[in-house]
């Protein structure tokens, strides 16, 4: 299973970026799917989900109305909107398949996880 994220770079704050996650070796469709993202120092922190026909997204309050995540299961391909950026969206970003953690309405990473792509916001 491989999981390819890409898109990301360098932009100013107010700015915006389109992440996007190619996968394979995986019937992609089956998985529900998300981001993360990681930024120096600190821990792994979900982003936004998405089930398995993009019929339910779920989104951290940090980037609700911000950030759209989308999927194209034909082209096995999952994709993060991400407008109105912020310095504190600096991060290693990642894409995983996902699952429901123990924790009430918050998600973790499941079996598989991408390389991760910087996004990187100056202000």
């Known amino acids: 299973v491989q999981l390819q994220a890409s898109g990301g770079g360098l932009v100013q704050a107010g700015g915006s970026l389109r992440l996007s996650c190619a996968a394979s070796?995986?019937?992609?469709?089956?998985?529900?799917m998300g981001w993360f993202r990681q930024s120096a120092g600190k821990e792994l922190e979900f982003v936004a989900s998405?089930?398995?026909?993009?019929?339910?997204?779920y989104y951290a309050d940090s980037v609700q109305g911000r950030f759209t995540i989308s999927r194209d299961n034909a082209k096995n391909t999952m994709f993060l909107q991400m407008n109105s950026l912020k310095p504190e969206d600096t991060a290693v970003y990642y894409c995983?398949?996902?699952?429901?953690?123990?924790?009430?309405?918050?998600?973790?990473?499941?079996?598989?996880r991408g390389q991760g792509t910087l996004v990187t916001v100056s202000s």
């Open positions: 998405i089930t398995w026909t993009g019929g339910s997204t």
């Open positions: 070796g995986l019937t992609f469709g089956g998985y529900l």
């Open positions: 995983a398949d996902v699952k429901m953690s123990s924790t009430v309405g918050e998600w973790e990473p499941g079996n598989y």
